[in-house]
């Protein structure tokens, strides 16, 4: 059955780096594309030990251009500096072609609702890009959907990504999330590093117009994945499951 659908994958990891423990080339993604039926994948880099995003960020360019099937986004820092910060905004989308950026407080250390993450959000919203933010309850307070409605509010035409919904940790802030992006249109949630059971519970509470599916790779197994997320959304319409999967990354990032 999953074969019948648009399957795309809202958060993955490839980086120029060797981490003896991940497979997290562009070959390696693409492999396990391949392997899992996955059509479409939104790429960023991978943070752990990088202390400068701008060699990554490159990277995940160079290798989208060479690949319609990987949908590029940059990462800024705040932590290495203001101007730096934006001057790499500005290059993801100028020089490589990003679709937007990644805000990451948990393992950047900060708070994403500071004054220079809503100026890297100007940069975002004037290349009519968007901004996706690590919600994780591995940070819950520089990570909160609060902070991260500050910027959803400002900039109400450009779409925020909710990357995890609160999970990558317990307890989970899905509740907060989905709280959350009932007021805020411009919200998405990606369910990914997160139990399949509270992204049910996020499409029964907001519809399945504004979640979308993610792996997390190489953190966790795209197929393994997909495989829960048919089990528990087996009973819903397959227009629903449809766009879970990949009909709503296709609005999104392809039209």
């Known amino acids: 059955m999953i074969e019948s659908f648009l399957i795309c994958d ?3 990891h490839i980086s120029p780096y060797k981490v003896p ?3 997290l080339s562009r070959e390696d993604l693409v492999a396990s594309m391949k392997k899992n039926n996955v059509d479409y994948s939104l790429c960023w880099l ?3 030990g990088v202390d400068n995003v701008s060699e990554s960020n490159d990277y995940v360019g160079e290798t989208a251009a060479m690949d319609q099937h990987l949908i590029p986004f940059g990462w800024v820092n705040i932590r290495e500096g203001h101007d730096k910060a934006l001057k790499d905004a500005a290059i993801c989308f100028d020089k490589l072609h990003c679709r937007g950026i990644k805000i990451n407080g948990a393992q950047n250390d900060y708070p994403i609702d500071l004054p220079d993450c809503l100026e890297v959000a100007s940069i975002i919203s004037s290349h009519k890009g968007m901004v996706a933010f690590h919600i994780g309850a591995d940070s819950p307070d520089n990570t909160s959907p609060k902070r991260a409605s500050v910027i959803a509010e400002a900039y109400p035409d450009m779409p925020v990504l909710m990357v995890h919904m609160g999970g990558a940790g ?3 802030r899905s509740a907060d999330v989905i709280k959350t992006a009932k007021t805020h249109s411009n919200m998405y949630l990606v369910g990914s590093a997160i139990s399949v059971e509270k992204v049910r519970i996020a499409v029964d509470e907001i519809g399945p117009d504004r979640v979308l599916f993610g792996s997390d ?7 393994e ?7 528990v959304f087996r009973s819903y319409p397959s227009e629903d499951i449809a766009k879970i999967l990949g009909l709503n990354f296709r609005r999104l990032f392809l039209s």
């Open 225 to 231: 994945r997909l495989d829960e997320y048919m089990d």
């Open 10 to 12: 809202a958060d993955t």
């Open 170 to 172: 317990e307890p989970d």
């Open 21 to 23: 423990d991940k497979k």
């Open 217 to 223: 790779f190489p953190f966790y197994d795209p197929g």
């Open 46 to 48: 991978y943070p752990h």
